[in-house]
T-cell receptor, first 111, second 113 residues
Framework: DAGITQSPRHKVTETGTPVTLRCHQTENHRYMYWYRQDPGHGLRLIHYSYGVKDTDKGEVSDGYSVSRSKTEDFLLTLESATSSQTSVYFC??????????FGQGTRLTVV | AQTVTQSQPEMSVQEAETVTLSCTYDTSESDYYLFWYKQPPSRQMILVIRQEAYKQQNATENRFSVNFQKAAKSFSLKISDSQLGDAAMYFCAINSGNTPLVFGKGTRLSVIA
């Protein structure tokens, strides 16, 4: 299995609070992604990174920010969590033109 | 933009039988890659099979095979000799070059003993 770890695995937070999810890889892959999974929507891309400090927005980026200061770490931040951000969040890694490997997911509940 | 459509939200199959999951896609790229991922109840995303668009031969991995129809932009997954452990959500996905994976909405497969 690809060395990719998400933390935390589960989190419950209150509306309006900031939340940061962490993705850590040991594979030295160039690309890292954050997706959210919701019933009936499949996996939708939030943000992705193609190198240290190089990031771009995905399909559902509003309300989210990311940072990548090191190759191995990709952080997803919800500046002020809302109930619509209750979801399962997946981090993924890949090299150019290859399949992506996924973390185990983080279930985030905003109450 | 690339899009993926899975028109079957749910499917079921009898154990030991064969089932085919449908996927159509749209892309303006000439060089791209197609994937099927499996997501069991554990939530882990598992790569089942991949197909490079430039390859005419359909990919096969044990009981899993694809029917890749490039002109029709179709990429179906066939599961032979279905097993109880095949019950899962299945996602079709596409990427090209350095673009991120784009997923379909998934098909939930049930296997009936």
């Amino acid at each position: 299995d690809a060395g990719i770890t998400q933390s935390p695995r589960h989190k419950v937070t209150e509306t309006g609070t900031p939340v940061t999810l962490r993705c850590h890889q040991t594979e030295n892959h160039r690309y890292m992604y954050w997706y959210r999974q919701d019933p009936g929507h499949g996996l939708r891309l939030i943000h992705y990174s193609y190198g240290v400090k190089d990031t771009d927005k995905g399909e559902v980026s509003d309300g989210y920010s990311v940072s990548r200061s090191k190759t191995e770490d990709f952080l997803l931040t919800l500046e002020s969590a809302t109930s619509s951000q209750t979801s399962v969040y997946f981090c993924a890694i890949s090299e150019l033109s290859t399949e992506a490997f996924f973390g185990q997911g983080t279930r985030l509940t905003v109450v | 933009a690339q899009t993926v459509t899975q028109s079957q939200p749910e499917m079921s199959v009898q154990e030991a039988e064969t089932v085919t999951l449908s996927c159509t896609y749209d892309t303006s790229e000439s060089d791209y890659y197609l994937f099927w991922y499996k997501q069991p109840p554990s939530r882990q995303m598992i790569l089942v099979i991949r197909q490079e668009a430039y390859k005419q031969q359909n990919a096969t991995e044990n009981r899993f095979s694809v029917n890749f129809q490039k002109a029709a932009k179709s990429f179906s997954l066939k599961i032979s000799d279905s097993q109880l452990g095949d019950a899962a959500m299945y996602f079709c996905a596409i990427n090209s070059g350095n673009t991120p994976l784009v997923f379909g909405k998934g098909t939930r497969l049930s296997v009936i003993a």
